[in-house]
């Protein structure tokens, strides 16, 4: 006979209500209300009686900050490769192409140049959906372009990060991409042009240890998750007890880390006014001549260097 023997617990199975098809109602996590799916996609994710902000995707998210039609795509052509060969319950490369057909997205960032309130600025926004926002070597690439391209084209930097940090499936070659993306922003700085970071829920690790927390201002959606290790780890190193809500949006402010929180209703508007107040690398241009220019600057950068871990080609001549 065992000492010691496995309780026996009842399973309970939950249907779902009849004829109320899946996906048509969504649960806030903080209330319990339930919101009607298009009425919460049409509110930007947001609900509308708590005003919690769920994760939005990339492209929602640029249409809801730049102005209508103006937004040109950069760097689509880039794509993850496997320098690794990592091997698990699935391979990279199996990954890669599960999350391209769930998102419609090459990787977790979407980068170009479009206007907002008429100023042309130079975008990156992040995408949670694949592999959890992560960031690779395209990203770290991609990131890195666009900041480039906001010194040659001297308008304004804005990232939205949504991240739980550095990509695991490219190893070293990932955690290369938080000194490339900060030498970035180091010559971004150097020549007078504003950077915006926004923070979203979550953004972590090594994305939030580089770019994300080297803005010149820093905003944040409400109640985001923001920080490097986990509370877990954090707890088990130190040994102490951590305070409530201590890697969330409104913590950070009231120390200092980040500057402003905005709601996502008013981030567009409180980004526009802010980049009139720095208005010193405040260039406007018509929709016309921004693509134009944004075409060309994509067209150089494909030349200039491929990501970080892309295999080359051998060519035969000695490398300078």
């Known amino acids: 006979m065992a000492f010691f023997s496995k309780p026996k617990y009842s399973k309970v199975s939950v249907k779902a209500r009849e004829g109320v098809p899946k996906g048509v109602w969504t649960k806030c996590p903080e209330t319990g209300d339930m919101v009607f799916a298009k009425e919460l996609k049409k509110n930007l994710m947001v609900v509308p009686s708590s005003g919690y902000h769920f994760p939005l ?44 057909k769930k998102t419609k997205l090459e990787d977790a960032v979407i980068s170009g140049v479009g206007e907002m309130g008429g100023n042309s600025v130079s975008l990156a926004v992040m995408d949670f959906r694949f592999l959890g926002g992560s960031m690779g070597s395209v990203v770290g690439e991609k990131i890195t372009r666009s900041i480039e391209r906001g010194l040659e084209m001297k308008i304004p930097v804005i990232i939205v990060s949504a991240s739980g940090g550095a990509r695991m499936y490219e190893g070293i070659l990932s955690l290369m991409q938080m000194a490339k993306t900060s030498a970035a922003l180091a010559r971004l700085a150097e020549a007078g042009i504003p950077y915006f970071s926004v923070l979203t829920n979550p953004t972590m690790a090594g994305v939030m240890a580089s770019y994300a927390s080297l803005g010149d201002v820093i905003l944040a959606e409400p109640k985001a998750l923001i920080g490097f290790a986990g509370r877990r780890v954090i707890k088990e190193t130190t040994r102490a007890d951590l305070p409530e809500g201590f890697q969330t949006s409104e913590f950070l402010l009231d120390r200092g880390l980040i500057d402003q929180i905005v709601t996502r209703h008013e981030m567009r508007d409180r980004l526009i006014s802010l980049i009139s107040l720095l208005g010193h690398a405040n260039l406007k241009k ?35």
């Open 286 to 320: 018509n929709p016309s001549k921004t693509k134009a220019v944004s075409k060309r600057a994509n067209a150089n950068s494909r030349t200039k260097r491929k990501p970080s871990g892309t295999p080359r080609k051998s060519t035969g001549k000695k490398q300078a």
């Open 57 to 100: 995707s990339a492209p929602d998210r640029i249409e809801s900050l730049l102005d209508k039609n103006t937004f040109v795509e950069q760097d689509s052509d880039l794509r993850s490769v496997d320098p690794l060969k990592f091997k698990g319950v699935a391979s990279y490369e199996d990954k890669l192409e599960q999350n391209r």
